[in-house]
C-alpha cells in the first residue's frame, strides 16, 4: 500500500491586496509541520503542489526545515489540477452579481459588507459564503466565466489519479493543496453527495493532515484534519 497525505497550505493574508501569500500565522504553521515530520521520522518518496503560491509557500516551509536537518526532501512537482477553485472570483465579482438579482442571497451579502469589523464577522462572511458556493454547486450562479463545479471536481480527481499512478509500490506522497480539493477526494472516497464536499471544506483547518491508503485502483481514508504538529500550540490552529 501506498499513502497520500493531503496538506492544506497554511493561514494565507485572506481580505488582503495579497490574499494568496501565506501570513506569518501560515508560515509558522508550515514550519511546525517540517518539524513535526523530522522528528516522527517521517520522509516522503514524492511531494506535489499546486500552483498557487499559498500552497507553493507551504511546501517551500516544509522542505526548508527537512533542509536544515540535514534530511532529504523530495524535489515537488507541479500540478495545477491541485488548485482551488476561484474563491477571489466568488468573493470580489460574483458575490455582488448575485446579490443584484437574488433576492434570497441578498440579504447575507448586505449583512456581511455592512458589518465588516463587528464581532460577528466571521459567521456573518461562513452564511455568505456557503450560500454562494452551494449555488455553485448545484449549478444555480449563472456565471459562464466561473470553473463549473463538475469541470473543478474532475480536475482534482484527475491530478490525484496521476499522482497515485505515479507512486504505486509502497510509496509514501505528501501534496499541499487546498480546502475544495480535500474535500472533493474525501467526498469521492466517502461515495457522499457533491454537497459533502463542501461541508467538508469547511471544516479543513490550515496545515491540517487528510491521509489515504492506496494500493492500484483501491483507495480508503486514514485520516482526516489531523494537526498533530499543533497539538501544543492551540493558538496557531485556524480555518481562515
Not at 469547511?202 to 483501491?218: A, D, E, K, P
Amino acid at each position: 500500500m501506498s499513502t497520500l497525505t493531503l496538506v492544506r497550505h497554511g493561514q494565507a493574508c485572506a481580505f488582503s491586496d495579497s490574499p494568496d501569500r501565506l501570513s506569518p500565522t501560515g508560515r509558522e504553521q508550515a514550519r511546525a509541520l517540517g518539524r513535526h515530520w523530522i522528528e516522527a521520522g517521517t520522509r516522503f518518496d514524492a511531494a506535489y503542489h499546486g500552483t498557487l503560491r499559498r500552497q507553493r509557500e507551504s511546501c517551500e516551509a516544509v522542505a526548508n526545515e527537512f533542509r536544515k536537518a540535514s534530511v532529504p526532501f523530495p524535489q515537488p512537482e507541479i500540478r495545477p489540477g491541485l488548485n482551488e477553485y476561484a474563491t477571489q472570483d466568488l468573493l470580489t465579482s460574483i458575490a455582488p452579481r448575485v446579490a443584484g438579482r437574488d433576492p434570497e442571497f441578498a440579504p447575507l451579502w448586505h449583512d456581511w459588507q455592512t458589518n465588516p469589523d463587528s464581532a460577528g464577522r466571521n459567521r456573518r462572511f461562513q452564511l455568505m459564503f456557503e450560500a454562494i458556493a452551494t449555488r455553485w454547486v448545484r449549478g444555480r450562479l449563472g456565471e459562464p466565466s466561473l470553473e463549473p463545479w463538475d469541470e473543478f471536481r474532475s480536475r482534482v480527481l484527475s491530478a490525484l489519479l496521476l499522482i497515485r499512478e505515479a507512486n504505486k509500490g509502497g510509496r509514501r506522497v505528501v501534496a499541499f493543496t487546498s480546502g475544495g480539493p480535500i474535500g472533493v477526494a474525501v467526498q469521492t472516497c466517502l461515495k457522499s453527495p457533491p454537497t459533502t464536499a463542501l461541508e467538508l471544506n469547511w471544516r479543513v483547518r490550515n496545515t491540517s493532515l487528510t491521509t489515504f491508503l492506496f494500493s492500484g485502483t483501491r483507495i480508503s481514508l486514514d485520516g482526516f484534519n489531523e494537526l498533530p504538529h499543533l497539538s501544543r500550540k492551540p493558538d496557531l490552529v485556524t480555518f481562515r
